[in-house]
């Protein structure tokens, strides 16, 4: 065992998801994890199994709205991680993030031993420093850094996402299976398809039979309002037997969340945190994928799905967090193409080929 263990990933929920096979290989082979997370992925990282307890701390480099970066902040930051008398420390970092401002910093808290992945010249500040070739998807990209700094995924651990279990009781609100889910909203603008899209899609589903649960944050009930309020009424003049359409904005914790999304036959989202949340729970996902980022790095990873909008469009890879084409057009997804890949997906039919399916 390698004692004290520090790894950090400082982004979104998502993120921090999808850098749990490595936590876990890191777990397997520690006697103690800490997880330094930032204050959009926290909730993340208490769902994590393998993680013994979690530090939060806003990383000004990383945030999309960081505040300033201040003596007294950076200082909390290296006492706390002073006082956790750790023996190693991981840096879990995107593609296009670099690890040195926090390597500097844990250096300054005397952290022994750090290793992370950078393109960079580390300096002093990295004992190992991790390359990664080709377009990796961030899941094993994570895990081969674990890798090179010695830990491994225990035995029958098959590398994919997951949650601590057990998860709590579904809402009573939600109703009975089978459901689908349809999460509206992404936390970077250009990932998300427009309201009226979506309850387009909603109503199609409940046209089709589905009945369909939508999901979203405090932030975005007026957003999970408006788009079952819509689709409801869509549905209503185009199927006098529509399933029925169930608004769960802001009504839900993470926990409780992932527990909607494991109950739920499949789960329709874009680009988001709840899409990697439902791939960790093992629900198969229809992803309303935006090409700013790569999918082969950032779709759901480990469960059946199928991947819609046009990957060629001109905002690919472009990173943009607003839509830099007029009207949206990567998601401009036809609603039956949507109904066609829950259909495939519930019938066990993994991936199929649907007019803007990639």
């Known amino acids: 065992m390698t004692g004290r263990v520090l790894v950090a990933r400082l982004d979104n929920i998502g993120d921090v998801l999808l850098a749990g096979p490595a936590i876990r290989a890191v777990a397997a082979g520690a006697d103690h994890v800490t997880l330094l997370a930032g204050p959009r992925g926290q909730a993340g990282a208490d769902l994590l199994p393998g993680v013994d307890d979690v530090v939060e701390w806003c990383a000004p480099w990383i945030d999309p ?25 991981l840096v879990f970092t995107s593609f296009h993030q670099s690890p040195l401002p926090l390597a500097l910093v844990l ?28 377009d990796v998807p961030e899941p094993e990209r994570a895990l081969s850094l674990a890798r090179a700094a010695g830990f491994a995924l225990p035995d029958g651990d098959d590398g994919t996402l997951a949650v601590r279990r057990p998860l709590p009781g579904v809402p009573g609100t939600v109703g009975a299976a089978p459901f689908v889910v349809v999460h509206p909203a992404a936390s970077v603008p250009a990932r998300q398809p427009e309201r009226q899209r979506t309850a387009a899609a909603v109503a199609a589903l409940a046209e089709a039979g589905h009945r369909v649960v939508v999901t979203g944050s405090p932030d975005e009930r007026h957003l999970t309002g408006w788009v079952t309020a819509e689709a409801t009424a869509r549905a209503a003049e185009g199927a006098e037997d529509a399933a029925g359409i169930v608004d769960l904005g802001g009504a839900t914790s993470l926990p409780q969340l992932a ?14 945190g709840p899409a990697h949340l439902a791939a960790a729970v093992g629900t198969p996902v229809v992803s309303l994928f935006a090409p700013v980022v790569p999918q082969s790095r950032w779709a759901p990873y480990g469960v059946a799905r199928v991947v819609l909008g ?11 967090r607003s839509c830099p084409v007029p009207g949206h057009p990567c998601l401009a ?13 519930t019938a066990g039919r993994g991936a199929q080929s649907f007019g803007g399916v990639s």
């Open 65 to 89: 709205e960081p505040g300033e970066v201040t003596e007294e902040s950076v200082g909390s930051l290296v006492k706390q991680v002073r006082d956790l008398r750790v023996d190693t420390a």
């Open 107 to 134: 250096r300054l808290a005397g952290v022994p031993w750090l290793g992370a992945i950078s393109e960079d010249y580390p300096g002093s500040l990295l004992d190992l420093r991790h390359r990664v070739d080709g």
């Open 259 to 272: 527990a909607v999304l494991a109950a739920a036959d499949v789960v329709v989202a874009p680009n988001t």
């Open 310 to 320: 046009d990957q060629q469009a001109p905002c690919r890879d472009t990173r943009a």
């Open 333 to 345: 997804v036809d609603p039956a193409d949507v109904v066609r890949a829950v259909d495939a997906l």
